[in-house]
């Protein structure tokens, strides 16, 4: 019997009014128990915060690429996603069209072994246009905004997970998407992602670019933090992406009571985990290639474990 199983598809979006939103479709197995986990977080203009989870039983996809998760579902096919959930406090329908081309940024989607098990990561939408309602007793949000979509799957337990800090993060500046992420494991090895990518729709950099390598992927880049995350900063082979902090949209443990309703269980994966605490920020971005410059907005990320010695 496997210890432990976990599939997490994430969502988010940004209009351009403000808001910000990401949630998540996550299944898991634990010493033979299965459970699923539905929750969204929206932040306004005005920073109200709509936020809600539960945790319920799930069927696995259909032929047609549904995920069931008792009322709430994901259906994901041909570059298109539909997000459906009915919250104690919201419902939330929004669609995902993908603009850009499936994102598989290591073999197989194994960033990270350990012995049998693996951590597996894939980004279905890098970027999509987001439409639909989010409604709640007084109101009904239309959104219209640009979105991203991952899959993060992994069979290595989280008491067994080496790691020791993730740094991730998306941004769509002027039809262009960039998407990152830098793994430091417990032993200080550092695994690095990233994808540049100019859509149909982009337009194109002042240096000499054609169609074939408007994508750039291979995976190695500079990353430089300053003042606790205000500002990140991107160098990659004559690029650079600079991200301003205008909001800190979560800050908490990974293991809070609304994802994980037992005090014994969140407890436990505190103390045998690593007790992970993750940042999540919503920030003005601005790429550039040095002649031009396209201005946009991120979401992004600082996850840190502390391990305790022995």
Known sequence: MTAFYMKKWYFDFATDRGDTFYAYFITYRIF?????????????PDGNLMQDSITTEYSSPDSKGKLALGPHFLMQQNGRAKIHMELSHFTIDLHYLSQDKEWIPAKAAVLLKRKKSVLKWRVPQP??????TIKNTFQV????GFGYQDIVETNIPPWRLPLAELIWGRAHCGGRTVVFNQITTKKRNVIQNILLSAGADADRPSQSEDAASASEDNQRYALQTNNGDEETRIAKSGWTLLLKRRSII?????????????????????????????????????????????????????????????
């Open 32 to 44: 033979g128990k299965s459970l699923g986990l539905v929750s969204a977080h929206l932040t306004l």
């Open 127 to 132: 970027r999509a246009r987001v439409e639909g």
């Open 141 to 144: 949000l239309r959104i219209n």
């Open 250 to 310: 979560e800050e908490s443990p990974v293991t809070t009571s609304d994802r994980i309703r037992s005090s014994f269980l969140r407890n436990a994966l505190a103390r045998f985990a690593g007790d992970p605490r993750e940042k999540k920020m919503f920030s003005e971005a601005r790429l550039s290639d040095g002649e031009k410059i396209w201005d946009g907005s991120a979401i992004h990320e600082r996850v840190l474990w502390q391990w305790k010695t022995r």
